[in-house]
């Protein structure tokens, strides 16, 4: 059984860092991409950054410049490195990996980043 476990969220003050981390297990095949969704009540998952195998990436526009994603391709890993992290950062995020381009790909169960004034 595919298993995506998201760690690192947390509390932390406007203009903090914090590192999301997302290892695989129960699956030997390298995802083509990986990537990174945030929710937030009454709101349906936005994509906040990818990256496939090659290492070419993809940022929604309210992050660029901010965070910075990174893959372990041998780990079956991908990471989150966000900085100058505002409130309307906060939410629920989620890691996303993907077998083939187009597929749903599996989803790990979210970690919550709340960031304060």
């Known amino acids: 059984q595919v298993q995506l476990v998201e760690s690192g969220g947390g509390l932390v003050q406007a203009g903090g860092s914090l590192t999301l981390s997302c290892v695989a297990s129960?699956?030997?095949?390298?995802?083509?991409?990986m990537g990174w969704y945030r929710q937030t009540p009454g709101n349906g998952r936005e994509m906040v950054a990818q990256?496939?195998?090659?290492?070419?990436?993809r940022y929604a526009d309210s992050v660029k410049g901010r965070f910075t994603v990174s893959r372990d391709n041998y780990k079956n890993a991908a990471y989150l490195q966000m900085n100058s992290l505002r409130p309307e950062d906060t939410a629920v995020y989620y890691c996303n990996g993907r077998l083939a381009r187009g597929t749903d790909g599996y989803w790990g169960q979210g970690t919550h980043v709340t960031v304060s004034l």
């Open positions: 129960g699956i030997i095949t390298r995802f083509y991409s």
């Open positions: 990256i496939i195998s090659r290492g070419n990436t």
